[in-house]
């Protein structure tokens, strides 16, 4: 029987849709695809962010209707919601991200920024008070943390990894209250009680805590509260920097940590060295910006001096805080409340070798250094050792004693450490 043209291409249609031709089904394009797929195709075939989406509460949950198609963003994809957007690449899977985290994330670029793709959906912390997403990154891990006290905001890279380290949110560094940002020589990220700086030249890390403790307020710290027999190293710069290389190579070879307190002035005289000190793994402390007789000064001009000084430090891509040394150990209650009201601990020592006075026309030598630190040796001493030459005879006694003062306290027991040893 003949059939009509028209008969034969409707049967051909027919066989098409119903996969009769070469016995293969058509199919809609396999999906996730590269290209966005058809507006149908998108309403009718349910990938990853649709079945994420329904897992959540579909409409009904806090992301609610969708405000639109998916679309292809950064070799993934995405679709908004009205409280959020859930976003798929292969090889992280789909993830939603909403709320302060989600004006964040968008405002670093979203997908194409440098956080990536999220790795986790927005997550409460486990101190049960903020809130975080975890993306894929490309710098040793990525996320965005959000308080209500700090608000929403990034930590990847080094500087992640060392509060990671410290404990996350629960570590004394609390919640990040910055994003990373950069400084000389380096990076920064700053958290409620402190902040994290990562020096390019040395690609280390440095932890700067700014909270002091309550035991430290009132007081110009004579000895480290402890009953471990460690001793910290200190050295004052102010006048040259003839012994500060010297120095630095002996705490090095010893594997030994030394707290700086630099002048401002000293700073603005040698700007190259404060990089010298962070990059070895060293602190440094506020040492003031001129040196003067802190009992002479005003509140007002203590508060310069002070504030002058951390600038200059942190100009030269080091933080100072929370140690600060009064010049001449010259102090009284006033000017300590006033160093307080700053934001530091005010910290003496235990012994001073007194090695800048020199050596007296050949009357003293390096072991007149020796003996005064050992003579003062006790769990927590605080030592006073000085950068710079004497004047009159271009000695530096501090550096030539110092392997041996290094060497005598291990041999009696004793182990060193930095000044951040008295914040707990």
Known sequence: MRRSRLAVLG????????????????APPAYPASAVPPAAVLQTAAGPIDEHYAQLGGGSSFLGQPLGAEYGVAGGRARDYQGGSIYWSATTGAHEV??????????????????GFPLTD?????????????FAGTNAGSSIYWSPAS??????????????????????????????????????????????????????????YTSVPSSLLGVDLERI??????????????????????????????????????????????????????NAGDRIGNHSMTHPDFTTLTDAQIAAEISSAQRTIEAAGADPLPFFRFPFGARDSRTIADVNAAGYAAIRWTVDTLGWEGTLNGTRGPSFVVQRVMASAQPGEIVLMHLGSNPDDGSTLDAAALPQVISQLRAAGYGFVTLDAALG
Do not use: C, K
């Not at 909403?98 to 956080?115: E, T, V």
């Not at 927005?122 to 975890?134: K, L, Q, S």
């Open 225 to 278: 509260p402890t009953t471990q027999r460690v001793v910290a190293l200190t050295f004052d710069a102010g006048a040259n920097d003839a012994a500060l290389r010297s120095i630095l190579n002996t705490l090095a070879a010893n594997g030994v940590p030394g707290t700086f307190f630099l002048t401002g002035d000293w700073v603005n005289q040698f700007p190259s060295d404060p990089a010298l000190i962070y």
């Open 11 to 26: 049967m051909a249609l027919v066989l098409a849709l119903a996969g009769g031709f070469g016995g293969t089904v058509l």
């Open 98 to 115: 909403h709320g302060a985290i989600r004006g964040r994330y968008l405002a670093l670029g979203g997908p194409a920024g440098f956080l």
């Open 151 to 208: 608000g929403a905001h990034e930590v990847y890279g080094a500087i992640r990894a060392r509060w990671v380290a410290l404990g996350w949110e629960r570590s004394r560094l609390g919640y990040p209250v910055s994003g990373e940002y950069g400084i000389t020589g380096g990076r920064r990220s700053d958290f409620q009680h402190g902040s994290i700086l990562w020096h390019a030249a040395s690609g280390r890390t440095e932890v700067i």
């Open 122 to 134: 927005e997550t409460a912390t486990p101190d049960g008070v903020g809130r975080y997403n975890h």
